[in-house]
Every structure is written in structure tokens, then in C-alpha cells.
């Protein structure tokens, strides 16, 4: 009956200075700790294996493999913290749809809306609305008001979003913009959603 050994390694074979940082987590005698950081691992190393079952220690080169990167990482957006803010304007946005009598043929394009609206919250962390409203028709309106300055968001649930700023002298109908919800939020309507947030 073979008898599971604890296998240990001979340090003197193993070319201990290129290699001395991994095997930090060695115990003294050398045997080895199991440890998910590959960090500094070199590729290809000698090591003796001492079994105590065959008759003493010979080489073995064991190679580590080295997983190639998932396709596409590099373009991959970092992950973001979300805020408490952002969290409540979701929650906000989806007891409004529940609340609201959306017309039958309409309900389609109000998922939509607020689907396209959620997914830019949450890439912007957006919070702090004043208002929000889903219309009969499934159009969804987000709006952030301070004094006489405000900006608002449309979305009609076909992939876009419309935005527009309004201030003394100038109403929202005036200079709107619209692009895909996949884009980003245009800076001048961000810096003004800054100052209403302030």
C-alpha cells in the first residue's frame, strides 16, 4: 500500500539565489506551502525530489505555466466603487417605472429607457436628482435642479440619451445634445451636474 510523503526539496540543487524569493514561504527543512501568487516565478526551474519509497533524490524540472491574458483586458474598463448616491437614484428610477401607468404597447420602450438609463448611472456614478419621471409613453426623464440652474437627461429607450442644461437666460429646448448611451457623457454637462451637486 503506498503511503501519501510529505515531499520535500533539496534547496542546494534548486539554484537557490534565483529563486530565494519564492521559496521564502518554505519552511525551514524546504518543504513546500501551497500559494496562489505566481508573482516573480521563473519559468522553468531544477529541483530535487526526495522520496523516501524509491531510493533517494533525482531531478526533476517541473515547468509553471503561465496562463496568456484574456482576450481583450487592455480595453477593459477598470471597475469602478459605486456610491451610495447612485445606488438610490437606480432604486429611485425603477419605483418610478412600478409606480407609473405605462401604457400597453409602451411598456417595451419604457424598459428600454430606463435599462439605457441605468447603464450610464452606473458607468458615471450619477446621483442627486431632483426629479424623475416615466411618462405613459415609456419616456424617462431624470432632472438635477439648483436655483436657476438645472440639466436634465432623455431617454427614449432607442439606445440615445438627450441632455440639456438650462441657467438664466437659457432654456433646456436650447442647444440639446443627443448621443449613444455607449459614449461618454459630454464634459460640459458633466461640469455642470458638479456644480449643482456642490
Not at 114 to 133: C, K, M, P, T
Not at 139 to 166: P, Y
Not at 184 to 197: A, E, R, T
Amino acid at each position: 500500500m503506498t503511503h501519501l510523503r510529505t515531499i520535500e526539496a533539496d534547496q542546494r540543487s534548486t539554484g537557490e539565489g534565483e529563486i530565494q524569493a519564492w521559496l521564502a514561504g518554505a519552511s525551514r527543512n524546504g518543504t513546500f506551502a501551497c500559494s496562489d501568487t505566481v508573482a516573480n516565478v521563473p519559468e522553468r526551474f531544477a529541483i530535487m525530489w526526495n522520496s523516501n519509497g524509491t531510493g533517494g533524490a533525482f531531478p526533476v524540472y517541473t515547468a509553471i505555466s503561465r496562463a496568456p491574458p484574456t482576450a481583450g483586458v487592455a480595453n477593459a474598463m477598470p471597475a469602478q466603487i459605486r456610491t451610495i448616491g447612485s445606488i438610490r437614484l437606480e432604486k429611485l428610477i425603477n419605483e418610478e417605472k412600478d409606480a407609473s401607468q405605462i401604457e400597453d404597447d409602451c411598456i417595451l420602450y419604457a424598459d428600454a429607457s430606463v435599462r439605457d438609463a441605468l447603464a450610464l448611472i452606473r458607468r458615471f456614478n450619477l446621483s442627486g436628482a431632483q426629479n424623475v419621471v416615466v411618462s405613459e409613453d415609456g419616456i424617462l426623464t431624470i432632472q438635477w435642479r439648483k436655483g436657476r440652474l438645472g440639466a436634465m437627461m432623455v431617454f427614449t429607450g432607442d439606445g440615445n440619451v438627450a441632455v440639456s442644461t438650462a441657467a438664466p437666460g437659457k432654456l433646456y429646448s436650447q442647444s440639446p445634445t443627443q448621443f449613444p448611451v455607449t459614449d461618454g457623457i459630454p464634459l460640459g454637462f458633466l461640469m455642470v451636474l458638479k456644480q449643482l451637486l456642490a
